[in-house]
């Protein structure tokens, strides 16, 4: 973000969360346009929308409960701060009292100076709102002085605040109740005392000013542009609220009759009620949306998706849903873990992630593995450590699209201080950044002392065992590992006696070169592709993986690869809140 520019539209640079609700602390430098707040369950994603809402809440009748404060503990105060741009004219500048900026040096808000030598920096203005140890609000404006003046209301409004959450208050949003977007869109302040007097006659639209009629001409084109209902009206339409005008909602023509917005699918109410705040200044509200993929089939979310990406607002968003994240092109990806940590998502090996396995970002725990192979063996490894399929603890084996690769992407996602699981082979390469990883990640990162799955099973395999690794659980392919070790072997005999007569001391390398689709020395190149493709007769599958994985404990070479092993199993254990084991059981 360049704190240079000047601000086109509201934007909130720093959000500093201190004991509110399920977050004890939090500092976050959120991107302007999207932000994408992915993660597994109860992580404190929605408490950070809930934050900003709060903050930013357009209407001073929001209630506070002994629940918003962390551990419950009323004593000690919640806070939430927001270092946030504002454009000229935004509001910030007709209040009654004078608020002063403070200077934006890339980090934090900073006292202005008037240094002729140092570099200029962008204004900001520091908003606060504490709840109390009386269970009340304070809204506060902190000055570079350190003194504080009231944050009003018509302020806040000014900013602009979308919301959409749960239905109730999409369903808010579609009524003139005092806060909500339709109200804000109108700011016909007028229309409740005309609306008592004629309130029998039951003809709001007439009475609305003719700057409100504008605005819901306007929003009916908007409706109408992006096909939802239109031909809206404004009218007394039922319902609870504290006021006659939380009366009045939307309605829009379905055949000859006009029904209150509010009686249409939540999807439907999702889109209107944010078709509403595109209206408001312009589009350029901050705009918080939870779980983006609530009432929305697949292509509408993609739709919505789009739609948040293209405008100018920021906008912070929650989802559970692949569809919405691999159509997130253009948001700036952010992941919370089980820890509480806000770590963003970046780099072209994350991009493609996202677009191939969305359910990487969703999980409570994802594991990185490198290739399919070891993607089949971690899922049954954990499967028989955690005594459960991994999907209901929500845990989750993505696949790292080979070493390379496995690096760069546990390289980008340790990066923030997320907590990622990866299992990868030592081929020699790229030792210091290994190390760096593995320095963050800790034993949740496994890697062999030296090799790959297959050359360390067959390692520790006892010689009378190696027939039976060499047969198919199904014994679909033990013919064809047969041949391969024939093949490689230069006889035609290809009976396992006889490939064992004539391969001597040498079984096991032979069995690891041809699992691993070596290609010996001197082969012609017209060759070299049969003897790579082996490998896809031995393990290179997910369910290869799987076949060693259960071999690993049937041929008996768990004892021998224990202790490599079982950290990286008990770690991941701690991770869903799990004692550690002295031993799996085969």
């Not at 055949?255 to 917005?261: A, H, R």
């Amino acid at each position: 973000m360049n704190p240079l520019a000047e601000a086109s539209v509201p934007t909130i640079y720093k959000l500093t969360i201190a004991r509110f609700r399920g977050i004890k602390y939090l500092s976050w430098q959120p991107a302007s346009g999207v932000n994408l707040i992915l993660g597994g369950g109860d992580v404190g994603k929605t408490t950070i929308l809930d934050a900003i809402s709060l903050l930013l809440s357009p209407t001073n009748s929001t209630s506070v409960f002994d629940s918003d404060y962390n551990l419950r503990d009323e004593g000690a105060e919640f806070s939430i701060e927001a270092v946030i741009a504002l454009p000229s004219g935004g509001g910030i500048n007709q209040l009654t009292k004078p608020s002063w900026p403070w200077s934006w040096n890339g980090q934090d808000a900073v006292v202005p100076t008037h240094d002729e030598d140092s570099e200029p920096a962008g204004e900001v203005y520091l908003l606060r709102v504490r709840g109390t140890a009386d269970l009340e609000l304070s809204y506060e404006i902190v000055q570079p002085s350190g003194l504080t003046e009231t944050l009003p209301v018509s302020l806040r409004r000014a900013i602009g605040l979308v919301r959409l959450s749960g239905d109730d208050r999409n369903d808010r949003d579609l009524r003139l109740v005092q806060g909500s977007a339709l109200d804000r869109l109108l700011t016909d302040k007028g229309l409740r005392s005309r609306m008592a007097s004629r309130l029998a006659e039951n003809d709001v639209r007439s009475e609305l000013s003719d700057d409100a009629r504008k605005a819901l001409s306007d929003l009916d084109k908007a409706f109408r542009t992006r096909r939802l209902p239109d031909d809206l009206d404004i009218a007394v339409t039922g319902g609870q609220g504290p006021s006659i005008a939380s009366l009045v909602g939307l309605t829009a023509k379905r055949e000859t009759v006009q029904l209150p917005l509010s009686s249409w699918g939540a999807g439907t109410r999702r889109l209107s009620a944010l078709a509403i705040a595109e209206q408001i200044q312009g589009g350029n509200p901050i705009t918080v949306v939870d779980e983006v993929e609530r009432g929305l089939e697949p292509y509408r979310q993609r739709i919505l998706m789009a739609r948040l990406q293209d405008a100018t607002s920021q906008a912070f968003i929650t989802t559970h849903s692949p569809a919405a994240i691999s159509a997130a092109a253009k948001a700036s990806l952010w992941y919370m873990d089980q820890t509480g940590s806000l770590g963003r998502l970046s780099g072209a090996k994350v991009a493609a992630l996202r677009a191939s396995d969305a359910d990487a970002f969703l999980a409570r725990l994802t594991v990185v593995a490198e290739g399919v192979t070891e993607v089949g063996f971690v899922q049954s490894l954990l499967t028989k450590a955690l005594e459960s399929e991994l999907q209901p603890l929500g845990f989750h084996v993505a696949d790292g699209g080979g070493h390379d690769t496995t690096i760069e992407l546990l390289e980008s996602l340790s990066k923030g201080g997320m907590q990622f699981g990866g299992f990868a082979d030592d081929e020699s390469r790229h030792p210091t950044r290994w190390a760096e990883v593995q320095k963050k990640l800790g034993p949740l990162l496994f890697r062999w002392k030296s090799g790959d799955i297959e050359s360390n099973i067959v390692d520790a395999l006892a010689d009378e065992k190696i027939e039976a690794f060499i047969t198919d659980l199904e014994d679909e392919k033990t013919g064809r590992r047969l041949r391969t070790l024939a093949m490689r072997l230069k006889i035609e005999a290809k009976d396992f006696s006889s490939i064992k007569t004539a391969a001597g001391g040498n079984l096991k390398r032979l069995i690891k070169e041809a699992a691993g689709g070596a290609v010996p020395d001197g082969t012609a190149d017209v060759d070299k592709k049969t003897y790579r493709k082996q490998s896809q007769d031995w393990f290179k599958t997910g369910q290869g993986g799987r076949e060693l994985a259960e071999k690993l404990f049937s041929l008996g070479v768990w004892p021998g690869l224990r202790t490599q092993l079982l950290p990286f199993c008990n770690a991941v254990r701690a991770s869903a809140g799990l004692p550690p084991l002295e031993d799996l059981q085969s």
